[in-house]
């Protein structure tokens, strides 16, 4: 029977291991034995959901009594793993697919995108006159192949597609714990550690969109193929540029209004004009297939 090394729940240290232990069991405690209805998100973070799953496993183990705090070798714990293994258990709904495997599952598609990029850019530097290539150039770049910033999208450009090659290996998955170490903050499906380069994280966050998923505690509908897409696209510029500090993303007034000398390092910029050009939109903008837009 599984054990917890440290309190969970409220004003307790959560540690990550314990509360994806405590998340499962009460998963896999029946609904009406007090188990989690809806089943919670497997993300070892003890927030809204989980604890009020534990305080209301308690309340109807324990006669209404509640603290919502789960302690190791404790009658919590111990009735928690007494009802997992009784007969009428439930399964655990099945986890969400690795972070890291679902942006590798992307990076064809991203690839496939900068790819063209890199040949439009190419074609636009020989002279071409293509009215889309230009205006696309224009809208997400705010330059003309003369402009002496042609070159920086273009080095940008190469260096993605390099780090793109390199797949899986410059991946990290991250637990929202980690996340909020790093930034300071929870709600980032992916970020790139930098300065210098570490490598590009995917959080829980990450994952495909779906209609309804167990626990709904922070992740929410998840992102579209495209989407996804874009973001592995999005990250590789953080990572090949110094100057990438920032994000204005491709929906809204501010992104139209990126004068040239930020717009070049503006990550969303690349993924909006790879798009823009590999399906040769005649849209002003393209597709758009960013985050602002994760239904895509």
């Not at 990076?107 to 205006?135: F, M, Y």
């Not at 510029?237 to 920032?246: E, G, L, M, N, R």
Request: glycine share 8%.
């Amino acid at each position: 029977m599984p054990d917890i090394q440290f309190p969970v729940g409220t004003n307790a240290r959560n540690r990550d291991d314990d509360v994806l232990i405590v998340q499962q069991l009460l998963n896999t405690v029946p609904a009406s034995a007090g188990g989690a209805s809806p089943a919670l998100d497997l993300d070892g973070w003890c927030i809204t959901n989980t604890i009020g799953a534990i305080q209301n496993f308690q309340r109807r183990q324990f006669n209404g009594w509640s603290d919502g705090h789960v302690d190791p070798g404790g009658k919590t714990i111990k009735a928690l793993n007494d009802l997992a293994a009784a007969s009428g258990s439930r399964s655990l709904p099945l986890p969400d697919k690795d972070p890291s495997d679902l942006a590798v599952d992307s990076i064809p598609q991203a690839l496939a995108w900068a790819k063209d990029a890199v040949q439009a850019l190419t074609d636009l530097a020989n002279g071409s006159s293509d009215a889309i290539l230009l205006r696309a150039l224009q809208g997400h770049f705010k330059i003309t192949p003369k402009d002496r910033r042609f070159a920086t999208v273009r080095r940008n450009f190469d260096q993605a597609v390099a780090l793109l090659g390199r797949g899986k290996s410059v991946y990290r998955t991250v637990t929202r714990r980690q996340m909020e170490v790093d930034l300071g903050w929870k709600e980032a499906p992916g970020y790139t550690l930098r300065n210098p380069f570490q490598a590009i994280c995917w959080t829980p966050l990450f994952h495909g969109r779906v209609v309804r998923r167990p626990g709904l505690e922070w992740s929410g509908p998840g992102f579209g193929p495209k989407c996804r897409a874009a973001m592995v696209l999005h990250e590789p510029i953080h990572a090949v540029d110094s100057a990438a500090d920032f994000d204005v993303y491709e929906h809204g007034h501010e992104y139209v209004a990126l004068p040239a000398d930020r717009a070049i390092h503006n990550a969303s910029s690349y993924p909006s004009f790879a798009g823009h050009v590999s399906e040769h939109s005649t849209e002003p903008l393209g597709p758009l297939y960013g985050a602002g837009h994760p239904e895509l």
